[in-house]
C-alpha cells in the first residue's frame, strides 16, 4: 500500500517526487559513508571527528 501511495503521489505532484527522491540519495550517501568509516581506518575515513 505505502509504495502505491507514494508512486502516486510522486507521479500527481513532481515536486514532491524530487524531494522523496533527495531524502533517498542523501540516505544511501550517510548509511554509505558510515559503512565505510566502520571499514576504513585512520587516514582513510571520511569526514573524521
Not at 531524502?23 to 575515513?45: C, L, P, Q
Amino acid at each position: 500500500m505505502t509504495r502505491k501511495i507514494g508512486t502516486f503521489v510522486g507521479r500527481a505532484i513532481p515536486v514532491v517526487g524530487w524531494i522523496i527522491l533527495a531524502k533517498d540519495v542523501s540516505e544511501i550517501m550517510f548509511n554509505t559513508i558510515i559503512v565505510y568509516n566502520s571499514i576504513a581506518r585512520g587516514d582513510d575515513k571520511l569526514w573524521q571527528t
